[in-house]
Nanobody, 126 residues
Framework: QLQVVESGGGLVQPGGSLRLSCAAS????????IGWFRQAPGKEREGVSC????????NYADSVKGRFTISRDDAKNTVTLQMNRLKPEDTAVYYC???????????????????WGQGTQVTVSS
């Protein structure tokens, strides 16, 4: 059964850091793209970052460029999102998702991702 599970959310002060992890199972992890998305209360879901299964392609939303770093460990079937210099506007539920279509370069378009985790809350507040 294909599954992705997020962990690592929490409460952090502005300027702080958090690391989110996405653990995947049930599919050949290194073949497929993994994306991170977030949704704040009253707002639409937003693509944050993604990591392609091939070629090392990475993509970031403009709002997180230079602050967030996505990485994948195919041996452990995990993708991590290192979030630095966090801001209150980064507060949201963060979701990990898998695109198992065999697509090449990843994107942060949510419709390309068929499998989603339950989400983990990130709150940035003093």
């Amino acid at each position: 059964q294909l599954q992705v599970v997020e962990s690592g959310g929490g409460l952090v002060q502005p300027g702080g850091s958090l690391r989110l992890s996405c653990a995947a199972s049930g599919f050949t992890f290194n073949n497929y793209n993994i994306g991170w998305f977030r949704q704040a209360p009253g707002k639409e879901r937003e693509g944050v970052s993604c990591a392609s299964g091939y070629g090392g392609h990475r993509n970031y939303a403009d709002s997180v460029k230079g602050r967030f770093t996505i990485s994948r460990d195919d041996a452990k079937n995990t993708v991590t999102l290192q979030m630095n210099r966090l801001k209150p506007e980064d507060t949201a539920v963060y979701y990990c998702a898998a695109d198992v279509s065999g697509r090449g370069f990843c994107s942060t378009y949510s419709h390309e991702y068929a499998y989603w985790g339950q989400g983990t809350q990130v709150t940035v507040s003093s």
